[in-house]
């Protein structure tokens, strides 16, 4: 039986997608030859390249608005260091909303001076700051636009005079934004897109080349633009894999009709959060994740019943981080609706046997 | 058919590891879910990374001396610039032996003063230099051991009286050294060990922590090895993809009889070359590498002949790189001598038809 994926990331991926990459590993194209033993430089797979960039783009709807989208290794982790080296000569405001953003703080401060213009760290970052002003002499300002760990989301973001850029891993292609209000996105592939190993960077060209700093080459975003994405052996199998999922999301009618299916899903779920009297959301409410529900048990007792009835009813990933403690659920684009009302149904049978 | 896949990497795995990485990208150890939708941080893939980490140091004969093995991203075009960040203080002296050492010593020149103890530019890297010396008084000493495109290999490393740095990518795994002489071997996973996407680290712990800069954490040697190579999301699939041919590579006999079947390829391969007046090896004899033979065919009217023959012999990836022109056959662990027969056979029959 295939499991209800909750899991935080990396997480479940459409099953066509699964399918087709799991052929590829054998027989790619019907070449005779496994996509991880083809070369990265061959005409197929930069057509997989050329097209997973540009089905970026399209269902970005930034094609013709001069952005690039590349596919580079390191997680967003790398992106904390990449995105100072590239955009940092004076100064930079980051909104500080969970650990991610903590921890973008923290590689870019190596490198030059960085200015937290909101936090919610003191509420254990259960909602998002509002209100604040971004300076317009900063080089750029720096958010993440879902905190997988607690949950929340932002709803809109700034009007910013200089150039914005978000950490999108954990939402981007789930629902529709003015994505041309960033100068910068990336995105770790494992949540919405692909499998571990690859990260998206989609950025503004006309941002880049401002600083004096000689940015090493694996860090330079300008050199992997100027490479098409191919500087060095791209991560082929993750490359590959996101570009299905993105075929996938296209197929399905684009980011809207998936922002239909996410808000459906999340409707659902939240309503039990706040119906059940065994449950309790961690987030404030207006600025909950439509990605990540973090939630707990109010009744410790239960605990093993809920943990024990969730096993049965083949729920896997649903474990809270250790952060905030209790359960999440994600529901990530490729997860079904109905993965989710068998959730509900647990968490409601509960209630009754309570 | 299966082809015959002399390509230079990505290439050629074993056929079985291609079968269970196929397999656990539908359902993973019978667990009713993808390898590509599990937590990195589940018992199961911790397993795997334990695994993989392990078979390193087993195979390489390291266990036990203070060594670590780390599965990391980004290749060995980021690990030019990681070496430096990770060990250079002052000076360090770099053999310039090809495109990857030159490309290893302009990185590391961002950081700090780089000297050529020797280089072989002046004759397009057809050779391997030697006698040169290691200053005792520089931080660390920098060689690449094969060179894939010019298709040179170092056949023996010298004493070095300062820590060792060599960057195996393309013959890890391959033949036997003595890998104690060496403070950190790096090597990215597309051609002896699995997919594109992950690289090998092996570093001695006492080599590091001697610099006095603060490194970026995705930069930090030491910073992996605490998080046991899972400080961010690791590269799944190519870690997975790596441990299941290194779990070949053993069940085979090791690196030792893995280079008994490499010489045997190589010796094939070489001695067509030799004998065959219609082909030109371009690296010296001495220098020659057992994984990537490099030669031109003599007579260009009979280039669209033998092309042809290959390709209807099933032979693929046999084009030289542009720097060298010609071939360039590669011979990695996983080509069956089969393989080699049959190129060989070609060859041979060209100058029968000429």
Known sequence: MKKHNFSAGPSILPQEVLLKASHAVIDFNNEGLSLLEISHRSKSFVDVMEKARALVLELLGLEGKGYKALFLQGGASTQFLMVAMNLLEK????????????KAIKEAKLLDDIYEVASSKEANYNYIPKGYDIP??????????NNTIFGTQMKSFPDSPIPMVCDMS??????????????????????NMGPAGTTLVVVKEDILGKVSRKIPSMMDYKLHIGAGSMYNTPPVFAVYTSMLTLEWIKGLGGIKAIQELNEKKASLMYSEIDLNPLFKGFSTKEDRSMMNATFTLQNDNLKDTFETMLKEAGISGLNGHRSVGG???SMYNALPIESVKTLVEVMSELESKA
């Open 91 to 102: 100064r930079a405001g980051y909104l500080n909303t969970g650990t991610w953003s903590a």
């Open 136 to 145: 317009e002499d900063y080089d750029y300002f720096h958010c993440t636009s």
């Open 170 to 191: 954990s939402d981007i292609f789930s629902r529709e934004l003015d994505f041309s209000k960033f100068g910068l996105i990336y995105a770790g592939a494992q949540k």
């Open 327 to 329: 359960y999440r659920a």
